[in-house]
Nanobody, 123 residues
């Protein structure tokens, strides 16, 4: 099991940037693929980005491709989501999640979740 704590959310104007962080506990962080998901009010939780344990493989939702970048530091046991050119439709609670071995775009495939961090983009 991995404990996850997100940080870095906040209020930003459209076109601005934020960097989210997710700190993980445990000694085998590099064995876990990590994902970022988001959930807007009244909507289902949706996939944003994922990264493999070693960091060599990344995938993105079409809605964020070219604007968001996922990365990880396996020494610091942290995964990041750099969000640029933010839009009002990016407003949501952002969650990080861990899945042993391989990544996925599906929420049901992930075993451990953080508590979420709010991102609000004003127009």
């Amino acid at each position: 099991q991995v404990q996850l704590v997100e940080s870095g959310g906040g209020l930003v104007q459209a076109g601005g940037s934020l960097r989210l962080s997710c700190a993980a506990s445990g000694r085998t962080f590099s064995s876990y693929a990590m994902g970022w998901f988001r959930q807007a009010p009244g909507k289902a939780r949706e996939f944003v980005a994922a990264i493999s344990g070693g960091g060599g493989s990344r995938s993105y939702a079409d809605s964020v491709k070219g604007r968001f970048t996922i990365s990880r530091d396996n020494v610091k046991n942290t995964v990041y989501l750099q969000m640029n050119s933010l839009k009002p439709e990016d407003t949501a609670v952002y969650y990080c999640a861990a899945r042993y071995y391989s990544g996925s775009r599906y929420t049901s495939d992930y075993d451990d979740w953080g508590q979420g961090t709010q991102v609000t983009v004003s127009s």
